[in-house]
């Protein structure tokens, strides 16, 4: 049982470059979300989305997108990547809508921007 | 305020010892409060969610006061695999979703032989 798969693991860019992390699930999860976190920061939410077709934004989500085609995949783009989008970024799932539930998070991307 | 805040810490404890974690929230709203885990350089995993009337698992026991918005966690006898980041987390309503967590910066704890 995979779970929550992230890719890349690591990733380094240069400052202007777009790239998408990717984020799939195979537990059937509705819920879906992007984190990032930073030290001394914790994780802040990003964007979220609560089943296919229907994305909304979190705390944190200027220089993000993300769309969701189908309830496995959750892909997060970084349109022009800047400095202050190196961070560790998480994506997790979970079963409810309704109340918050148990999230499962990835392994995590590990993104550095130079 | 802030939405949820930590102790950072460090808590530098010897095995066996026992130790409190505390964590406060600003929503009066939230209705979901949990215990996350978090080792070095991996992702956070569930420890223990937190009820009102409190709950206990194993060597871990979670207390929750609504009234003064406040969420415990005791860990009794400290096992040198409890070395860890403890992140408090509360549910908070975006865009009337009930699921968003909201993640505070995390108690980190190193227990020691």
């Known amino acids: 049982n995979a779970g929550v798969t992230q890719t890349p693991k690591f990733q380094v860019l240069k400052t202007g470059q777009s790239m998408t992390l990717q984020c799939a699930q195979d537990?059937?999860?509705?819920?879906m979300s992007w984190y990032r976190q930073d030290p001394g920061m914790g994780l802040r939410l990003i964007h979220y989305s609560v089943g296919a077709g229907i994305t909304d934004q979190g705390e944190v989500p200027n220089g993000y997108n993300v769309s969701r085609s189908t309830t496995e995949d959750f892909p997060l783009r970084l349109l022009s990547a800047a400095p202050s989008q190196t961070s560790v970024y998480f994506c997790?799932?979970?079963?409810?809508?309704?109340?918050?539930?148990?999230?499962?998070f990835g392994q995590g991307t590990r993104l550095t921007v130079v | 305020r802030k939405e949820v805040e930590q102790d950072p810490g460090p808590f530098n404890v010897p095995e066996g010892a026992t130790v409190a974690f505390n964590c406060t929230y600003s929503?009066?709203?939230?209705?979901?409060f949990f215990w996350y885990r978090q080792d070095c350089r991996k992702e956070p995993k569930l420890l223990m969610s937190?009820?009102?009337s409190g709950n206990e698992d194993g060597r871990f026991t979670a207390q929750l006061n609504r009234a003064s918005q406040y969420i415990s966690l005791l860990i009794r006898d400290s096992k040198l695999s409890d070395s860890a980041t403890y992140l408090c987390?509360?549910?908070?309503?975006?865009?009337?979703?009930?699921?968003?967590?909201?993640f505070g910066k995390g108690t980190k704890l190193s227990v020691k032989p």
């Open positions: 987390v509360v549910n908070k309503d975006y865009g009337g979703s009930q699921g968003n967590l909201i």
């Open positions: 929503n009066s709203a939230s209705q979901s």
């Open positions: 937190v009820y009102s």
């Open positions: 537990m059937n999860h509705e819920y």
């Open positions: 997790a799932s979970s079963y409810s809508l309704i109340l918050a539930t148990e999230a499962f």
